[in-house]
């Protein structure tokens, strides 16, 4: 079995930046931090402490949080058209790693794939003079079988 073609030809493609959306956060982050020094500046001039502290700590529970989505963002905007090959090239080798495996065990091949295939398989048949063959498709999800870290440069 061989991959010909993806079926979708942008699966590699290094992604857009999103400049809008980091905009929104660092705008975002921006206020939360302004907050949460407006309302320590409450609690040194001797404002109600209980309520105070509790919304600090909800304030900076969403500022910890915007701060980790736009460093994700802002890491994945660095990923280059050269990550992406050598991704592609990991991704390849280690498909081709699973099939020499998957032939070496059809049993455990089988359980496999049953875990691999989301929906059902269609098979098409076809007959060009003396020849027969067989073409298919199916949802699969790699789920774990490909992972990895890809660090940005």
Known sequence: MHIDRCPRPDAFAAPAPDLEREHTLREELAD????????????????????????????DRRRVHVAGVLEALVRVERITPADVRALEEEILSRLGNWRALLRRHPQQARQMLTKLVTARMRFRPHVEDEERWYDFAAECTLGNVVGGVLHSR
């Open 32 to 59: 939360l931090e302004a907050q949460l020094t407006r309302h320590t500046e409450a609690i040194v001039i001797g404002g109600e402490m209980a309520p105070l502290v509790a919304r600090m700590k909800a304030l």
